[in-house]
């Protein structure tokens, strides 16, 4: 007569078993200044609201990695952040559930490129020119500065591939920001690029991870180098004199996607959703200087931290855009023509 009762109370316990599995939602971003800054704004208060658990995972940008899971139909990973090259990638070979923008807010709210169809774009950051305020009397403003080394002699720490570093030279040699691209689209323009390129070849230092940069400044290594202006702003954090010159620098967004076949879809948008309201990401903004996708986060910011940002108005006004288009049609032969010139 208590066997029943028992089958009864395993089949419950059974019942509530996939309501626990998808309790804990798995998220993979770049970690470091970035990864501390979602975990304040985004994590901890996901999981105080009750909504589930989170598990951070680091990468670095493995879009091969998404690619395996989701071909082995063993997807472990519900959230990821990556980067706009890849959104569009991904997009295409179908790595990525298309997004329900009803169930993450109005689109409206967003800035345009933030609204993908298989993404939700989540800050804007820029790679930017950083120094040593206390090593470096003399601050540099363009890229022609940069390129000097009479005017300011030394290293200059420069991220190892094609990507930025063509548009900067270009930008050195007098090109106009809103030019640069349709000059680089050119073989003539490529050339001149590179023929820069070549220019400074002996005083670059090249760094492959974001952390570098502000190593690099505060070791001595370099008296200037290209950065993640969030990394400059973590290490200003840290009592570091780093300054950044904002003329020319590209300007980008990283998003939020969902790897195809991923169990957790619900809770997935639900963090999504979470993570792009104004507030939340108003938080995220205090505590990294990476800009706010969602425009009504803005508002909920004192000038101290909009001043910081690459969307304030004086550090974005000779700005450019990444051209997500023009690298994924033309990226692979310049990434290969860079790493054989590196090479030489």
């Given at each position: 007569?208590?066997?029943?009762?028992?089958?009864?109370?395993?089949?419950?316990?059974?019942?509530?078993?996939?309501?626990?599995?998808?309790?804990?939602?798995t998220v993979v971003n770049f970690g470091g200044a970035n990864g501390a800054a979602q975990k304040k704004a985004y994590f901890e208060p996901f999981e105080k609201s009750g909504a589930g658990k989170i598990q951070q995972v680091e990468y670095n940008g493995e879009q091969a990695k998404i690619k395996a899971m989701v071909e082995a139909k063993k997807v472990t990973w519900d959230v990821v952040e990556v980067e706009s090259p890849d959104v569009s990638r991904g997009c295409d070979e179908g790595l990525f559930e298309k997004m329900d923008w009803s169930k993450i807010g109005?689109?409206?709210?967003?800035?345009?490129?933030?609204?993908?169809?298989?993404?939700?774009?989540?800050?804007?950051?820029?790679?930017?020119?950083?120094?040593?305020?206390?090593?470096?009397?003399?601050?540099?403003?363009?890229?022609?500065?940069?390129?000097?080394?009479?005017?300011?002699?030394?290293?200059?720490?420069?991220?190892?591939?094609?990507?930025?570093?063509?548009?900067?030279?270009?930008?050195?040699?007098?090109?106009?920001?809103?030019?640069?691209?349709?000059?680089?689209?050119?073989?003539?323009?490529?050339?001149?690029?590179?023929?820069?390129?070549?220019?400074?070849?002996?005083?670059?230092?090249?760094?492959?991870?974001?952390?570098?940069?502000?190593?690099?400044?505060?070791?001595?290594?370099?008296?200037?180098?290209?950065?993640?202006?969030?990394?400059?702003?973590?290490?200003?954090?840290?009592?570091?004199?780093?300054?950044?010159?904002?003329?020319?620098?590209?300007?980008?967004?990283?998003?939020?996607?969902?790897?195809?076949?991923?169990?957790?879809?619900?809770?997935?948008?639900?963090?999504?959703?979470?993570?792009?309201?104004?507030?939340?990401?108003?938080?995220?903004?205090?505590?990294?200087?990476?800009?706010?996708?969602?425009?009504?986060?803005?508002?909920?910011?004192?000038?101290?931290?909009?001043?910081?940002?690459?969307?304030?108005?004086?550090?974005?006004?000779?700005?450019?855009?990444?051209?997500?288009?023009?690298?994924?049609?033309?990226?692979?032969?310049?990434?290969?023509?860079?790493?054989?010139?590196?090479?030489?």
């Amino acid at each position: 007569m208590k066997l029943k009762p028992l089958l009864m109370a395993f089949a419950a316990a059974a019942a509530c078993l996939p309501v626990l599995a998808q309790s804990q939602l798995t998220v993979v971003n770049f970690g470091g200044a970035n990864g501390a800054a979602q975990k304040k704004a985004y994590f901890e208060p996901f999981e105080k609201s009750g909504a589930g658990k989170i598990q951070q995972v680091e990468y670095n940008g493995e879009q091969a990695k998404i690619k395996a899971m989701v071909e082995a139909k063993k997807v472990t990973w519900d959230v990821v952040e990556v980067e706009s090259p890849d959104v569009s990638r991904g997009c295409d070979e179908g790595l990525f559930e298309k997004m329900d923008w009803s169930k993450i807010g109005n689109k409206a709210d967003f800035q345009p490129a933030a609204v993908h169809e298989c993404g939700v774009g989540t800050f804007i950051w820029s790679t930017v020119m950083a120094y040593n305020a206390d090593q470096l009397k003399t601050a540099p403003v363009t890229w022609a500065d940069f390129w000097n080394t009479q005017k300011i002699p030394g290293k200059r720490g420069m991220r190892k591939g094609a990507r930025y570093n063509l548009e900067f030279a270009l930008m050195a040699d007098g090109v106009k920001t809103a030019e640069v691209y349709k000059v680089l689209a050119t073989k003539e323009g490529a050339d001149r690029a590179f023929k820069k390129m070549t220019e400074l070849k002996p005083s670059i230092q090249f760094w492959e991870a974001g952390a570098q940069p502000p190593q690099f400044l505060v070791a001595g290594d370099v008296v200037m180098t290209t950065a993640y202006n969030g990394r400059i702003d973590a290490a200003q954090r840290e009592g570091k004199n780093l300054q950044v010159a904002w003329t020319g620098g590209i300007y980008d967004l990283d998003y939020w996607v969902m790897p195809k076949g991923g169990s957790n879809k619900d809770l997935a948008l639900k963090f999504i959703s979470m993570a792009s309201g104004p507030d939340a990401q108003a938080e995220y903004a205090r505590n990294i200087s990476y800009g706010p996708t969602n425009n009504k986060a803005l508002a909920k910011l004192d000038a101290k931290v909009l001043g910081l940002l690459p969307t304030s108005p004086a550090n974005s006004k000779d700005a450019l855009q990444f051209n997500i288009s023009f690298w994924a049609d033309q990226g692979e032969a310049l990434e290969k023509r860079f790493a054989a010139w590196s090479a030489q």
